[in-house]
C-alpha cells in the first residue's frame, strides 16, 4: 500500500480530472456532487463527458447514448484522451471527494493506483451510516493517462461489438482482465489523508440489479471526518 502524498499545488500541473455521467441524477444532486468536486479539485484542471451539456471544467457532449457499464469506460476514455497531463484522476457524478484524494502522483506509470481511502453511503439506510469494503472502484482512480487509454482501447478493440462483452468481468482496470484476454496490469491501493464518500442510491447504475439488497460494509460509522454526520450527508441526494 502506498501512502497518501501531500503534493498540493504542484499537481495541478501534473493530473486532470475526469469527471463523467450519463445526466441521469437529480440535477439538484448533480450540482451538489459538482460543486463539491470543483472545491476539492482547487485548480486542477477539469474534463467533463456528458450526456447532456453541463457547466464543469472543459464539457464534451457525447449525446444520448444511454447508461451502461460500457458507456461508463467509453466516457472515461474520450476524457482521457482529450486530458493534456500525464496523470488522470477518475470522478463520477455521485462521489465526494476531499481535497487530499487529489494530492496523490502516482510514483510509477504502469499501476493503477487506487484510493482506499473510501466510504459508501446508502441513501434508504435508517439511520444513514457510512459504511467500509476497502475494494478498488472507478471512480477512486489514480493513474496513467498513456496506461488507461492503452488498456481501454485493448478491450473495446478485442470486443467491437458490445453483445460480445462478458459483462461481469467488465471491471475496473487491474481486475478480471486475464479471463478477459488482455494484458493483466499491476495496481496497488492508496490511502489519501482525508476520506471520499460514495454514494448508492435508486438512480445509480447497479440498483437495477441488486437495490436495496445490497449490503453495507462491515466497518461503519455515522460520523466521518471532515464529513460530519451521515444524516447530513444523505441530504445531499435529497
Known amino acids: 500500500m502506498t501512502a497518501g502524498l501531500g503534493f498540493g499545488l504542484k499537481n495541478k500541473m501534473k493530473t486532470t480530472i475526469v469527471y463523467y455521467t450519463a445526466n441521469v441524477i437529480p440535477e439538484s444532486f448533480g450540482k451538489k456532487v459538482r460543486d463539491q468536486l470543483l472545491k476539492s479539485a482547487n485548480g486542477i484542471p477539469i474534463i467533463s463527458v456528458s450526456q447532456k451539456p453541463i457547466e464543469l471544467g472543459k464539457n464534451i457532449c457525447v449525446g444520448d447514448i444511454g447508461r451502461s457499464t460500457l458507456n461508463i469506460y467509453r466516457q472515461a ?51 444513514p451510516v457510512f459504511s467500509y469494503k476497502g475494494r478498488r472502484n472507478l471512480w477512486a482512480l489514480i493513474c496513467s493517462r498513456d496506461l488507461f487509454i492503452r488498456t481501454m482501447e485493448e478491450r473495446f478493440a478485442k470486443y467491437p461489438n458490445d453483445d460480445t462483452v462478458p459483462l461481469q468481468l467488465w471491471g475496473e482496470p487491474s481486475k478480471y482482465e486475464r479471463q478477459l484476454g488482455v494484458k493483466v496490469n499491476k495496481w496497488e491501493f492508496y490511502y489519501a489523508d482525508e476520506p471520499s464518500i460514495g454514494f448508492s442510491h435508486p438512480d445509480s447504475l447497479g440498483y437495477k440489479t441488486l437495490g436495496k439488497r445490497k449490503k453495507l460494509g462491515e466497518k461503519r460509522t455515522e460520523e466521518l471526518e471532515p464529513w460530519g454526520s451521515a444524516e447530513k450527508i444523505v441530504s445531499f441526494y435529497k
Open 77 to 127: 476514455l474520450i476524457g482521457a484522451k482529450e486530458a493534456k497531463t500525464k496523470y488522470i484522476a477518475m470522478a463520477e457524478d455521485d462521489a465526494l471527494y476531499s481535497s487530499s484524494h487529489f494530492d496523490f502522483i502516482p510514483p510509477r506509470d504502469d499501476i493503477f493506483y487506487y484510493d482506499r481511502n473510501i466510504w459508501g453511503i446508502y441513501t434508504w439506510t435508517k439511520p
